[in-house]
């Protein structure tokens, strides 16, 4: 379900710190009830999903993932010398000493996600090309039933006139193919994984 940003906004998490100049572009209550320390549970769920390639299903989604990598290929969005460290700095080089000096959460592999920081309740990771700086934030919070529940947002930072333009474009295929196929595929993964802990 999409959420207003709000439910981000207004909660104190920390990226708030450190991504002050970012827009929340997308906010997501994520199918994946918990008790209140599930946090690394999806964290690592996630994480594998971005090492393996696309968390998602349906011809869809693969179509939209498969052109958007393609045309970076092609027109050189993704290159190592457009990415975070290169093109512009790491949000971590303005992160404060203890989120700095704290668990960083998993490597990504050569996915272009990287760990920025994991908490109790936070974890947040960016990428970067030339359309686009980006902050994949994932929050563990109450569901409103004495449960808890996964939040992603999604954070961006676009890069000049065309990063704005390439985000406005390719909105209407994110909440069509995209961001519905995650939801779905990220709440069977969940379950299945809540049915295999019940088992042990």
Known sequence: ???????????????????????????????????????????????????GGVNGEGLVSR???????????????????????????SLRDRMPADLREGPRGPDLGSSPFTSLYEREDEWAAEMGNKTVHGVMHIGWVPDGSGGYRGQMAVLVKPNGLFGTLYMAAIKPFRYVGVYPALMRSIGREWQANAAGRSVH
Do not use: C, N, S, Y
């Open 63 to 89: 179509v939209l993932f498969a052109v958007r990598w393609k045309l970076g290929a092609l027109l050189g969005w993704d290159k190592p010398d457009t990415g975070i460290g290169t093109r512009r700095p």
């Open 1 to 51: 379900m999409r959420l207003p940003r709000t439910a981000h906004t207004d909660r104190p998490w920390r990226i708030h710190e450190i991504a002050g100049e970012f827009t929340v572009e997308d906010v997501w209550a994520l199918p994946t009830p918990g008790g209140p320390d599930d946090l690394g549970l999806l964290v690592r769920q996630i994480a594998d999903g971005i090492k």
